[in-house]
Nanobody
Framework: VQLQASGGGAVQSGGSLRLSCAAS????????MGWFRQTPGKEREFVAA????????SYADSVKGRFTIFRDNAKNMGYLQMNSLKPEDTAVYYC??????????????WGQGTHVTVSS
């Protein structure tokens, strides 16, 4: 499966953005989908994941209550709705997909990053 992330941009603190991840290939609905982020000099960190079952969502503590991950299997799309953004959310965001049920690691496919900048 190939993934393409989009929707990044520059917003002020407290603002919102919605990231999108377009997937190509078969059986997207069977994949676990995740979002990660990375800032210069730091390791990539887990943000959120959603299983192929709609109810199975996981979030990093730093984004709980502010970010929502969801997917539209009919459109082969994944999303990350980011509200109440903070300057520390500034990063390059990546979407990923896994053939197995995973949460923060073990992803098989990665999209290119999309930049998010939050100013104070």
């Amino acid at each position: 499966v190939q993934l393409q992330a989009s929707g990044g941009g520059a917003v002020q603190s407290g603002g919102s953005l919605r990231l999108s991840c377009a997937a190509s290939g078969r059986a997207f609905s069977s994949y676990t989908m995740g979002w990660f982020r990375q800032t210069p000099g730091k390791e990539r960190e887990f943000v959120a994941a959603i299983g192929h079952s709609i109810g199975s969502r996981s979030y990093a503590d730093s984004v709980k209550g502010r970010f929502t991950i969801f997917r539209d299997n009919a459109k082969n799309m994944g999303y990350l709705q980011m509200n109440s953004l903070k300057p520390e959310d500034t990063a390059v965001y990546y979407c990923a997909a896994a053939l197995r049920t995973v949460v923060a690691g073990g992803y098989d496919y990665w999209g290119q990053g999309t930049h998010v900048t939050v100013s104070s």
